[in-house]
């Protein structure tokens, strides 16, 4: 059965513009990201779990040492390995969620996670990063 001329005409057109917004969206997929250091990506996606003291985005103003801990982190940093001593409830753990967030969401690489045990382990990963 043969299409009309206008019928076959916007047929074209809408394959065209399909085409083009293909292609679009193909070469957005493949513009790379603009790399940020990690303490800007996590003040601006990392999230705080409602068990947390302040549940919500990460607001790294309240914790400014950390800003340089994340920014050895980055990728772009000179840093190749960084030691950490801290005392306790200093933010050391959501230092290595958000680079761990980081990674996942800009540079996707193999990461490890160590805990003291097994269970703990797998508590982390279920309620802190399978949901990132």
């Known amino acids: 059965?043969?299409?009309?001329?206008?019928?076959q005409?916007?047929?074209?057109?809408?394959?065209?513009?399909?085409r083009s917004w293909l292609v679009d969206q193909f070469l957005d997929a493949?513009?790379?990201?603009?790399?940020?250091?990690?303490?800007?990506?996590?003040?601006?996606?990392?999230m705080l779990p409602n068990s947390s003291a302040e549940p919500g985005l990460y607001?790294?103003?309240?914790?400014?040492?950390v800003r340089d801990i994340l920014d050895c982190l980055s990728p772009t940093h000179p840093a190749r390995e960084v030691?950490?001593?801290?005392?306790?409830?200093?933010?050391k753990t959501e230092i290595?969620?958000?680079?761990?967030?980081?990674y996942m969401v800009n540079l996707p690489s193999p990461m490890l996670f160590a805990s003291c045990n097994a269970s703990a382990s797998?508590?982390?990963?279920?309620?802190?990063?399978?949901p990132m």
């Not at 607001?59 to 040492?65: D, K, S, V």
């Not at 030691?83 to 933010?91: H, K």
């Not at 290595?96 to 980081?102: D, K, N």
Request: hydrophobic share 35%; charged share 15%; no cysteine.
């Open 122 to 130: 797998k508590d982390m990963v279920k309620t802190r990063i399978n």
């Open 59 to 65: 607001n790294i103003a309240r914790t400014p040492y």
């Open 30 to 46: 493949l513009r790379p990201m603009p790399l940020q250091s990690v303490s800007e990506f996590a003040s601006q996606h990392h």
């Open 96 to 102: 290595i969620l958000a680079s761990f967030h980081y």
């Open 9 to 18: 005409h916007r047929y074209q057109l809408a394959t065209k513009q399909n």
């Open 83 to 91: 030691v950490l001593w801290a005392g306790t409830q200093l933010g």
């Open 1 to 7: 059965m043969p299409r009309s001329t206008a019928s």
